[in-house]
């Protein structure tokens, strides 16, 4: 008879497992049935897409450079948000601290060759791009803190400013000589650009960069005091001051360090994808890497293969149009489903938007 609590618990707990990882896979099963049932309304078959959209990321070394590629600004630009998330805020800014820090590092590159060594013009163009970033950040942090303003309206608000000013640059003083068009400014000298692996896109630096940027973040939100304060101010500023926590200065910490690892990403975009500032120079990855770590219920743990898979995609839906003559929005198409039925999964009703982070 004293087993039988024992076998009960045990029980209960199998029963609690099963419905968790139910929870888990709902949004994924959802999403999925949603987007083949938009492929069969569409006259494709769900498998024929699934195909397309593998061979289109790792049909060849090229294309899976690619993916790899675009997952390194994701991570950067998804440990970033991490830190304002941990801190209870909804950061739609990063978009614009990416794209200031493209802008940072192409003034840097412009200012600095050939007066300095390519090494060093390189490292100071990056570090640029984090200072771009941390000051695009702490100027929505200060909104935020000081005059009040909803994080979410003052990022989108200096998303527009951002994008504003990669314009005026790209049409006005940095203008290629002769021309103003959607192309950019003139290419940085090759001397400039970050080293690839065999002739592909895939730059080791940022891959590098962003991978020890998330394990970074992993640690400081997790093993370290400031991960705990930014944990108490997200869960309540005003019981955190009480503590003794600063909760305005966690929040524009928070904001600061999202805005550097932005920057970075905005840097290396420069550096090792376009080697210019073009107008679409964060190919919308910022917003990307949002959703990443939103359906990563902001677990540092899960924002690498969610970014993977979302790169993958990305990369990947190019080939529809060419195999399947669909339009390569479909991978948006999945990857809003998945983020929308995360939200709306009963699990993140119950954890009121503020999941655990690492």
């Known amino acids: 008879m004293s087993s039988d609590p024992a076998a009960r618990r045990s029980a209960t707990a199998a029963r609690r497992g099963a419905v968790s990882l139910l929870l888990r896979l709902a949004p994924l099963a959802l999403a999925f049935a949603l987007v083949a049932g938009l492929c069969a309304l569409l006259g494709a078959s769900p498998a024929a897409v699934a195909a397309g959209l593998w061979q289109g990321a790792f049909g060849s070394t090229d294309r899976a450079a690619r993916v790899l590629a675009t997952l390194a600004p994701l991570l950067l630009c998804g440990s970033g948000l991490l830190f ?59 909104l935020h803190t000081r005059v009040r303003v909803s994080e979410i309206f003052a990022g989108l608000g200096m998303n527009f400013v951002a994008q504003g000013l990669v314009l005026y640059l790209v049409f006005g003083p940095w203008k290629r000589p002769g021309v103003a068009s ?18 592909t896109d895939l730059s080791p630096v940022a891959l590098l960069l962003g991978v020890l940027s998330l394990l970074g973040t992993a640690v400081v939100l997790g093993r370290t005091h400031l991960g705990l304060r930014l944990r108490a101010v997200g869960l309540s500023p005003p019981a955190a001051e009480v503590l003794g926590v600063l909760a305005a200065r966690q929040v524009l910490l928070a904001f600061a360090v999202s805005g550097a690892l932005a920057g970075v990403a905005g840097a290396l975009q420069v550096l090792g994808t376009f080697h210019r500032l073009i107008p679409s120079v964060s190919s919308s990855l910022g917003f990307l890497s949002l959703l990443v770590v939103m359906l990563a219920g902001r677990r540092a743990a899960l924002v690498a293969p969610i970014a993977l898979f979302f790169s993958a995609l990305n990369v990947g839906s190019l080939e529809l149009p060419m195999t399947l003559g669909m339009e390569s929005s479909l991978a948006g198409v999945l990857q809003g489903a998945l983020v929308l039925f995360a939200l709306l999964s009963p699990r993140a009703a119950r954890g009121g938007g503020r999941s655990e982070v690492a």
């Open 84 to 142: 304002t998330f941990r801190a209870g805020l909804y950061h739609l800014g990063v978009e614009g601290q990416f794209v200031l820090g493209a802008v940072c590092a192409t003034g840097a590159a412009r200012a600095l060759w050939p007066h300095l060594p390519a090494g060093a013009v390189v490292a100071l163009c990056v570090g640029a791009g984090a200072l771009g970033g941390v000051l695009w950040g702490a100027l929505t942090g200060a």
């Open 182 to 199: 959607m192309a950019g400014t003139e290419p940085l000298d090759g001397a400039l650009w970050l080293s690839t692996l065999g002739g």
